[in-house]
Every structure is written in C-alpha cells, then in structure tokens.
C-alpha cells in the first residue's frame, strides 16, 4: 500500500499563489508518475497536472498552463503544485495520485483518473473574488 498525504491547502484571494505538498509513505513504487487532480461541489474530477519520475516529462490541463507548476523531490519522496494567479474557478479539493512510471514522455493519458492506482485524501484550496 502507498498512503499519500496533501497538505498546503487553505483560503487565499483571487491572483494570490499557493504551493500544495503531496507526501508518499509506505510501498512506494521504485519509479512512479504523480498527478494532481481537483473536484469541486457537484462537479466531476478533473485532471490538474502530471509530472514523470525524472521529472523531465510534465503535463497540464488547458485551464492551469502557464499559471501552476508541478515538481516533485524524490529524496523526499514529495511532489509540489505551485499555484500563481489563482482564480475563484480554481476553488475545489485537490488530490495527489500515483501509478508506476514505465518510461516514455508522459502523454494524454494521465489525464485519466483510472490510471492512478493511490490517491490522497484531499486538500481544499478556497479562492475568494
């Protein structure tokens, strides 16, 4: 088993930044792709970021190119999602998940939440207007 810990949530204002921390103990894979994904109320759970086990390989939805930046430490066994000129639309519990890493560019494919085998339990990023 593979328990992942996020922490860093919290309530900040529109075109504030937040830097979310995803911890991962246990069983943890000897190379593994971690992604980040939000829900909001009565919505669906949308695909964040992914980055690869070198972190040479990052992916990103549309919604938050250019504005968040996913990074990890291995030596810490921790991934980050830094998170600039956040808007109130960016207010959900975000989650950090993982699978193994096989190699490759990571492709569009980490946006399913299917493909994470472990998920944290949630952090809530609150953005006031």
């Known amino acids: 088993q593979v328990q992942l810990v996020e922490s860093g949530g919290g309530l900040v204002q529109a075109g504030g930044s937040l830097r979310l921390s995803c911890a991962a103990s246990?069983?943890?894979?000897?190379?593994?792709?971690m992604g980040w994904f939000r829900q909001a109320p009565g919505k669906e759970r949308d695909f964040v970021a992914a980055?690869?086990?070198?972190?040479?390989?990052?992916y990103y939805s549309d919604s938050v190119k250019g504005r968040f930046t996913i990074s990890r430490d291995n030596s810490k066994n921790t991934v980050y999602l830094q998170m600039n000129s956040l808007k109130p639309e960016d207010t959900a519990v975000y989650y950090c998940?993982?699978?193994?890493?096989?190699?490759?560019?990571?492709?569009?494919?980490?946006?399913?939440?299917?493909?994470?085998?472990?998920w944290g339990q949630g952090a809530q990023v609150t953005v006031s207007s």
């Open positions: 998940a993982t699978r193994p890493d096989y190699g490759g560019n990571l492709g569009s494919w980490v946006r399913r939440a299917s493909e994470y085998n472990y």
């Open positions: 246990g069983r943890t894979f000897s190379s593994s792709v």
């Open positions: 980055i690869s086990w070198s972190g040479g390989s990052t």
